[in-house]
T-cell receptor
Framework: GAVVSQHPSWVICKSGTSVKIECRSL??????MFWYRQFPKQSLMLMAT?????????EQGVEKDKFLINHASLTLSTLTVTSAHPEDSSFYIC????????????FGPGTRLTVL | AQKITQTQPGMFVQEKEAVTLDCTYD???????LFWYKQPSSGEMIFLIY??????QNATEGRYSLNFQKARKSANLVISASQLGDSAMYFC??????????????FGSGTRLSIRP
């Protein structure tokens, strides 16, 4: 199956700093990528849909100015958590489909963010 | 309103037994897709099986099968001959609308499956 990578796999930062998470599709082009957040022992909550070359579409309740998404190319989307606070500590997972409407959605390995 | 409901927060099953994980869904779309994913403690999401709303036969993938009952809006996952490595969180998910690269997938709350040796 297709491979999606994320970098970094984990990050610890101080409150108030910004953190950038990269999501790459390694062997296919992804016109659309999705960003999810997962708190401990909870499900994945969709944060936003990232579209190559256009603005991201955010889910209700997700602050677009806090979670900046840039889908700069067909293989790269970035999520920047700006002015991070302890409540932003979570597991962030990206996923992508190849654009051919395939049934399988490929997930990255996730990034664990801890804000002190 | 909850779109995907998994009523079993946790299950314990003896190794080699079959197990059924429940999932019900709610949608007004005629075209939709249903997924099951496995998430081990490492956090990665592993795709298991897919069922399209127009598929007449239940999907099967090795030891996994999806018991699709459209009228009841249920899509239960059946794992046959469970193995210790099956211990993980299992999520049911749904994509509403026609299949496209941009259609969203939303997840249920998950079921933690533990296999006893």
């Amino acid at each position: 199956g297709a491979v999606v990578s994320q970098h970094p796999s984990w990050v610890i930062c101080k409150s108030g700093t910004s953190v950038k998470i990269e999501c790459r599709s390694l062997d296919f082009q992804a016109t659309t990528m999705f960003w999810y957040r997962q708190f401990p022992k909870q499900s994945l909550m969709l944060m936003a849909t990232s579209n190559e070359g256009s603005k991201a579409t955010y889910e209700q309740g997700v602050e677009k100015d806090k979670f900046l998404i840039n889908h700069a190319s067909l293989t790269l989307s970035t999520l920047t958590v700006t002015s991070a606070h302890p409540e932003d500590s979570s597991f962030y997972i990206c996923s992508a489909r190849s654009g051919r409407g395939e049934n399988e959605q490929f997930f990255g390995p996730g990034t664990r963010l801890t804000v002190l | 309103a909850q779109k995907i409901t998994q009523t079993q927060p946790g299950m314990f099953v003896q190794e080699k037994e079959a197990v059924t994980l429940d999932c019900t869904y709610d949608t007004s779309d005629q075209s939709y897709g249903l997924f099951w994913y496995k998430q081990p403690s490492s956090g990665e999401m592993i795709f298991l099986i897919y069922q399209g709303s127009y598929d007449e036969q239940n999907a099967t993938e090795g030891r996994y099968s999806l018991n699709f009952q459209k009228a009841r809006k249920s899509a239960n996952l059946v794992i046959s001959a469970s193995q210790l490595g099956d211990s993980a969180m299992y999520f049911c998910a749904m994509r509403e609308g026609k299949r496209s690269s941009a259609s969203k997938i939303i997840f249920g709350s998950g079921t933690r499956l533990s296999i006893r040796p």
